[in-house]
């Protein structure tokens, strides 16, 4: 199998990797077009700022591809959140494939960032939770959501119910970093690649 | 529910991990890799490892031994221990680390946080802060606690978040080693005047400690060495045991 990594601006995507070697598949990390569509699974992963990683997806044209992609895609984190309509981060329109807008996390009790380990749970259609409970621990770091919609496909409780993972079509998305989250992240994982 | 987290810390010295450990079932105890997988296998939600030596010419070994720990370890790890610059962290982040943990350098140069959190995201930078209280104040102390500096520990806690620290590292030098308890007091004053965790260290000889640093204490995580590594304390049974005190956890 061919998995295509997508190269860009956000943040380190060495876990990444590791996580695919722990499973035994092969990558590539690139930015080019033509390997990206080629790819058999496309992974989006990203740590970082909406703003800043929007500009240069549109800089490279990765923008229009990544709403085109035909193949099983899985963005996680800042990648899901790109997915999205709009990021209340700086103000960023992002690509649209999820119809939800991405908002900030309020509290006055409850710290903000969300960091560390929380329970997800099953709704609905979610082909990458196969094999595993209706409940799994993953592990969060972000301070920007997506709410509960149509799409929804496991929610996770932190100030207020939102959206941990998405799923229409051949896009998969996780707010949590699978390739940190132990066994159920790699069992995910592993559920995308055997799509 | 958000859970709080229970976090193994392994010293590193040459690449082999130091103080003894009592794991009779682990093929070579001394061995970071083995020792970390055997943590992430046995229910801790992150681990630490923390270079003791951190000279130049072992940097090169650390890199290496973070490269074989992200190829075995599923869970989030962080590396700290003589890291001062933006080459450093990225060196660490790109063999596979998680997050880095930062102390002295930072408190040489506070600029430094602003720099790597730009860089890298806020996310996987931790401040070290290691804390002893004297004559009435707790004071940011550096070198592994020998050197005191002029800085307020509730004032340091509260410039690394603005410069935009991740998480704190609280270590008590008062406690550190006493086994009689973590810093409660202090540590729920930081935690409560910040939004970014605290993960407290230094003094856990019971379960009942780490039940008080998670209520008194208000930290996010707890963090410990020995009792983890001579099995006094095991990390499964340990949050068991919070679980059912009503804390919440990753069993």
């Given at each position: 199998m061919n998995i295509a990594i997508i190269k860009y601006n956000a943040g380190n995507v060495a876990s990444v990797m590791y996580a695919l070697d722990r499973i035994g598949a092969k990558y590539t990390w690139t930015d080019d077009e033509k390997v990206i569509q080629a790819a058999d699974k496309v992974i989006f992963p990203g740590v970082g700022e909406?703003?800043?990683?929007?500009?240069?997806?549109?800089?490279?044209?990765?923008?229009?591809?990544?709403?085109?992609?035909?193949?099983?895609?899985?963005?996680?984190?800042?990648?899901?959140?790109?997915?999205?309509?709009?990021?209340?981060?700086?103000?960023?329109?992002?690509?649209?494939?999820f119809d939800v807008n991405i908002i900030r996390f309020q509290s006055n009790d409850l710290k903000i960032p969300h960091v560390g380990w929380n329970s997800i749970q099953a709704t609905g259609e979610n082909d990458l939770m196969k094999?595993?409970?209706?409940?799994?621990?993953?592990?969060?770091?972000?301070?920007?959501?997506?709410?509960?919609?149509?799409?929804?496909?496991?929610?996770?409780?932190?100030?207020?119910?939102?959206?941990?993972?998405?799923?229409?079509?051949?896009?998969?998305?996780?707010?949590?970093?699978?390739?940190?989250?132990?066994?159920?992240?790699?069992?995910?994982?592993?559920?995308?690649?055997?799509? | 529910m958000l859970t709080k987290r229970i976090i193994p810390c392994l010293d590193?010295?040459?690449?082999?991990?130091?103080?003894?450990?009592?794991?009779?079932?682990?093929?070579?105890?001394?061995?970071?890799?083995?020792?970390?997988?055997?943590?992430?296998?046995?229910?801790?939600?992150?681990?630490?490892?923390?270079?003791?030596?951190?000279t130049i010419d072992n940097r090169k070994t650390l890199v290496e031994l973070v490269k074989q720990v992200a190829r075995q370890v599923n869970i989030p790890f962080t590396v700290g221990g003589g890291i001062g610059s933006i080459e450093d962290v990225s060196a660490l982040l790109n063999a596979g680390a998680d997050k880095v943990s930062i102390n002295s350098s930072a408190v040489r140069r506070p600029g430094l946080i602003d720099e790597l959190a730009l860089q890298f995201g806020s996310q996987c930078i931790i401040v070290a802060i290691d804390t002893r209280f004297v004559d009435g104040i707790d004071w940011v102390h550096t070198h592994g606690g020998r050197n005191i500096t002029p800085i307020k520990t509730i004032e340091w806690a509260k410039e690394v978040e603005q410069r935009g620290a991740g998480e704190i590292?609280?270590?008590?030098?008062?406690?550190?080693?006493?086994?009689?308890?973590f810093a409660n007091q202090l540590t729920a004053e930081i935690s409560s005047n910040s939004s970014i965790p605290i993960i407290a260290s230094g003094g856990a000889g019971t379960m009942k400690d780490f039940y008080d640093v998670f209520t008194l204490g208000k930290a996010d995580a707890g963090l410990a060495a020995s009792i983890f590594h001579f099995k006094e304390i095991e990390i499964n049974a340990l949050k068991n045991y919070l679980a059912k005190k009503g804390i919440p956890m990753r069993i």
């Open positions: 909406a703003s800043t990683a929007m500009a240069y997806l549109r800089e490279k044209k990765l923008d229009q591809l990544i709403p085109t992609l035909k193949q099983p895609v899985l963005a996680t984190c800042i990648g899901m959140q790109l997915l999205c309509k709009h990021s209340e981060e700086n103000d960023t329109d992002c690509m649209g494939v094999g595993l409970n209706e409940t799994e621990f993953v592990y969060f770091v972000h301070s920007f959501y997506a709410p509960v919609y149509q799409d929804t496909s496991a929610t996770c409780d932190y100030i207020q119910p939102f959206s941990a993972m998405l799923q229409k079509d051949n896009f998969f998305a996780a707010q949590f970093h699978a390739e940190i989250s132990g066994k159920v992240g790699q069992k995910i994982i592993q559920n995308f690649l055997d799509l | 590193i010295k040459e690449g082999r991990t130091v103080k003894g450990t009592n794991f009779v079932d682990l093929r070579d105890a001394g061995d970071p890799v083995e020792l970390g997988a055997f943590y992430a296998e046995n229910g801790a939600d992150e681990l630490v490892f923390l270079d003791i030596t951190a590292l609280l270590t008590s030098m008062d406690t550190d080693g006493t086994k009689a308890g």
